[in-house]
């Protein structure tokens, strides 16, 4: 398998509503395939809806973005679970952990993943996948 990038929230959310790093993630998503997971995706229509996009409207922003929406099976469940401590120092939610339990299992699977985040404190830990930042300088 060739490699893929994954997105997390804050990453799809930056690029759909035209804020700072949108353009890198707008280069990536036109290099290879992506995936988000379903946490993530959740997340990503939350946040539109909460903003006051209609669902039907936030479904098809997300969907033009061309990502695979790569289910939380009990693999990704236990990985995300397994993080949890791992990640605390980071504050890394459910979502975050959902996204960097799929790279992880891409990375044992399928190759080195590049995870697209907005959370400049993923870079803080060791992970054997690229964390590639949307944005530089303030967050």
């Not at 290099?31 to 990503?44: A, F, H, L, M």
Request: one cysteine or more; a negative charge.
């Amino acid at each position: 398998m060739s490699e893929v990038n994954i997105v997390d929230a804050s990453a799809a959310l930056a690029y759909l509503q035209g804020e700072s790093g949108a353009e890198v993630l707008e280069e990536a998503l036109d290099q290879r395939p992506s995936w988000i997971t379903t946490v993530n995706y959740c997340e990503v229509l939350s946040k539109l809806c909460e903003k006051g996009m209609p669902p039907a409207e936030a479904r098809a922003a997300v969907q033009d973005l061309g990502l695979e929406i790569i289910d939380l099976d009990q693999d990704l469940a236990v990985r995300s679970a397994v993080l949890r401590t791992a990640t605390m120092s980071i504050g890394a939610s459910l979502g975050d952990r959902a996204c960097l339990a799929l790279a992880q299992r891409t990375a044992e699977s399928a190759g080195v993943p590049a995870v697209y985040t907005a959370e400049r404190s993923w870079g803080k830990l060791k992970w054997q996948f690229k964390i590639k930042l949307v944005r530089h300088g303030r967050p």
